[in-house]
């Protein structure tokens, strides 16, 4: 579904050349769990921002579902952007003005959707979260929890190939993190790609697969190990 092929994404600061990220190679799969980890610096805000098609590698290739974003124009990006990718922000990114079912409801309105698919998308996404008891209020009226929530459910309103979680739990209280992961969970198990960008190792745990960056390149990822451990297991029965 994703693959990212020698990646390059470099800045320049002042007369200092930074490479936020150096050669990365990296394919995720349909219905896989990844968490991307790293520290501040490591390279996993610029690669969300790839993966995201918010930005554009300086080299290598990117696939989704065996399309070149490379190819794509500015205006084909954000069609890509609008019906492929569900994105979840830590900063919510919620309208203030907006009601949550308004907000969830934006994205269907860019889409082209008819009145009545948007009210079946929209009810049955904020069903999903637990808010449809809170449909109309305003984020202000909302708890940090909640507005994460709404989220989540503009996210899944798209029908998106991939949800993309960016520090999702990065302003929530303990009870309002676990509620979150638990909902990202239950989303995986519903079927979901979802790729979650982190700087907590225990976060980090909770996906099926972790990949760590650090300077711009990918330093581990739990997929090559687990490979790397059935090819060994299997060499030393055949050996027997």
Known sequence: MIELQNIYKIYQV???????????????????????EGSSGSGKSTLMNIVGCLDIADEGDYYIDGQNVMDLSEHSLAVMRNKKIGFI?????????????ENV?????????????????VEE??????????M???PNQLSGGQQQRVAVARALATHPSLILADE??????SKSTRDIMDLIHELHRQGNTIM???????????AERQVQLMDGKIVSDTARISASAKTEAADSEGSR
């Open 14 to 36: 002042g007369e200092e050349e930074v490479r936020a990220l150096d050669g990365v190679t990296l394919t995720v799969q349909d219905h896989e769990f990844v968490a991307i």
């Open 168 to 173: 999702p739990t990065g302003n929530l209280d």
């Open 89 to 101: 922000f830590q900063q919510f990114n919620l309208l203030p003005k907006l009601t949550a079912y």
């Open 136 to 138: 109309f209020h305003r």
């Open 125 to 134: 996404s904020l069903m999903k979260v637990g808010l449809e008891n809170r």
């Open 196 to 206: 979650l960008i982190t700087h907590d190792t225990a976060i980090a745990r909770e």
């Open 105 to 121: 409801e934006l994205p269907l309105i860019y889409q082209g959707l008819p009145g009545r698919e948007r009210k079946i998308r």
